[in-house]
Nanobody, 131 residues
Framework: QPQLAESGGGSVQAGGSLRLSCSMSGFVYNSYTMAWFRQTPGNEREGIASIYIGNGISHYADSVKGRFTISLDGKRTLFLQIDSLEPDDTAMYYC?????????????????????????WGQGTQVTVSS
């Protein structure tokens, strides 16, 4: 089965950059929708970026549009490039994947990021932004 593991988080000054990585194992099809979520204590998990492996089409939440970039290295690694970090970006960041055979980009655009869309999750990597 697919497995995910995040890395690359850390403590950064506001205005700085980070690149988060999500190692992917067991992904043998071109039909997964991948995503990054983030969560702070006491709050709901917030979807911030998604990409469909089959065609590379991506979608971003308004809160991160223009600063965050999601990308794939084949079917081995999912990346999140974060630029112009802000203190409100402080959160635990998770990568996630749907079941194979699901292109959910249009659904995410219509309904928003819903954690129930996604089957597989990593353990998270902490990003802390100081001012």
């Amino acid at each position: 089965q697919p497995q995910l593991a995040e890395s690359g988080g850390g403590s950064v000054q506001a205005g700085g950059s980070l690149r988060l990585s999500c190692s992917m194992s067991g992904f043998v099809y071109n039909s997964y929708t991948m995503a990054w979520f983030r969560q702070t204590p006491g709050n709901e998990r917030e979807g911030i970026a998604s990409i469909y492996i089959g065609n590379g089409i991506s979608h971003y939440a308004d809160s991160v549009k223009g600063r965050f970039t999601i990308s794939l290295d084949g079917k081995r690694t999912l990346f999140l490039q974060i630029d112009s970090l802000e203190p409100d970006d402080t959160a635990m960041y998770y990568c996630a994947s749907t079941f194979a055979g699901q292109n959910l980009i249009s659904s995410i655009q219509r309904k928003g990021f819903m954690s129930d869309f996604f089957k597989y999750w990593g353990q998270g990597t902490q990003v802390t932004v100081s001012s």
